[in-house]
């Protein structure tokens, strides 16, 4: 029977595809990812300006801080950013009950807005809300569940890294902005965020206008109206399926214990503060992040689709481990701030990538009716790796030095997971989204 619904277009039919669209959303999806970049990394290029800020030289509760129970009393309300973090997988799952786009549109908007939020804010409480709205909208990544529908299966890992790669690569503005609009003046910081809200309300628009739903969603959709299959989307059915499959499970424990690390790995701006660096010193280190990450997110995917999945993440996961303890040793020793940047820019670069392809290995092994959810729902479970690795290094900074702290919390689970992804998850590579069976489901 023809589908007359005619406010949902994706369902009933595949969605056509114009000469040239590809190009199109590609270049949506690099300037989406340039947006989510500068959302990401903005705070942990400036964390001692406002911590000094707020908690040094202002009040909070009433009193005043060191740098460093400042700092641990921010992570500790920052879990509050946590606990609304948890309801970001029940949001992702929308994507596999009304589509991929309306998703890519909101998730832009919401990163756009806490970007503007932060830069008004005149209070700690009006920095924290646009900060918990901008960490749970770049969290989301739809815009990466969209290049990976899209993309041809053969390529898919090459396309993914290449667009990363620029948008890693615009992360080169933070120092930049740093140097000018801050003037390198701790008491500007606000100023960083103004540009990068400005950019993603138009990015908004760009999408709202030429972006397409996913084909393989689209298609999916199709197909389960015309066979009469009642899709089985949502978080409580994702958790079931992952339970259910072994391999899931295992990928799912490992992914936690790597994100363990993410609070440790992105310490990096208050680790050269404690370590004494001065602020143009950081500034100048943090030019060279965007160019290791660029250079090494586009070698990993063409890695990926030649040699696998899983000796990329062991092969970027072992220049990680090696590239911090570098880093710690060149913040603490006061070696070049050029050194120091680029230990900095691959350790770090090395984890997002490692994490990446740990996440594009989930997306391998699921059908595409309770793909985004699936994602989601390993999104709640790996809360608890982070929440743990949260946890020791809040409490661990308040009696030891943080860039001890942070290298205790880091490497034994980055060598660790690398290790047991490698010997217990099966390779993926190659497989078409559209053909993947729907056990479990």
Request: hydrophobic fraction near 50%; proline fraction near 3%; glycine fraction near 10%.
């Amino acid at each position: 029977m023809e589908n007359n619904d005619k406010s949902r277009p994706h369902q009933g039919k595949p969605v056509r595809r114009c000469t040239g669209y590809f190009a199109v959303l590609m270049i949506l999806i690099a300037l989406t990812d340039v947006l989510d970049n500068m959302g990401t990394n903005i705070g942990g290029n400036i964390t001692s300006s406002f911590i000094t800020e707020f908690f040094v030289n202002g009040t909070v509760f009433g009193r005043s801080y060191t740098y460093e129970s400042g700092l641990a009393l921010h992570n500790t309300i920052g879990l509050l950013g946590y606990v609304i973090a948890l309801m970001a997988p029940f949001y992702k799952a929308l994507a596999d009950k009304i589509g991929r786009k309306p998703l890519f549109v909101i998730s832009s908007l919401g990163m756009s807005l806490g970007l503007l939020i932060i830069f008004l804010s005149s209070s700690y409480l009006m920095f924290l809300a646009g900060s918990f709205l901008l960490s749970f909208f770049t969290g989301s990544d739809i815009q990466i569940l969209y290049v990976l529908e899209e993309a041809p299966k053969e390529k898919r890992a090459t396309i993914y890294s290449f667009l990363k790669g620029l948008g890693g690569l615009s992360s080169v503005a933070i120092p930049m902005m740093r140097a000018t609009l801050m003037d390198n003046d701790p008491a500007k910081w606000r100023n960083v965020y103004l540009s990068p809200a400005l950019f993603g309300f138009a990015v908004v628009i760009l999408i709202l206008l030429f972006a397409k739903e996913t084909k393989a969603f689209a298609d999916g959709r199709a197909r389960a109206e015309k066979d009469g299959k009642p899709a089985k989307s949502g978080i409580i059915s994702a958790i079931g399926y992952i339970f259910h499959r072994e391999d899931l499970r295992t990928l799912l424990l490992i992914k936690m214990l790597f994100d363990a690390a993410m609070i440790a790995m992105t310490s990096y701006e208050s680790i050269m503060y404690r370590a004494d660096m001065s602020t143009a010193d950081i500034t100048t280190a943090g030019y060279f992040y965007p160019f290791l990450y660029c250079g090494s997110v586009i070698l990993s995917g063409i890695l990926a689709d030649k040699i696998g999945r899983k000796k990329t993440v062991l092969i970027f996961g072992t220049a990680c481990a090696v590239s911090f303890v570098l880093f710690i040793l060149g913040a603490n020793l006061l070696w070049s701030p050029a050194f120091v940047g680029i230990a900095y820019g691959l350790y770090l670069g090395s984890f997002w990538i490692g994490r990446d392809y740990m996440e594009i290995i989930s997306t391998e092994m699921v059908p595409t009716d309770i793909r985004a959810s699936v994602i989601g729902a390993q999104g709640l479970l790996v809360y608890i790796g982070m929440g743990l690795g949260f946890a020791f290094v809040n409490v661990g900074i308040l009696f030891f030095p943080i860039w001890a702290v942070c290298l205790v919390c880091a490497l034994p689970c980055i060598l660790v997971s690398i290790i047991l992804l490698n010997s217990k998850v099966e390779e993926t590579m190659g497989v078409d989204y559209e053909t993947i069976p729907e056990d479990g489901l």
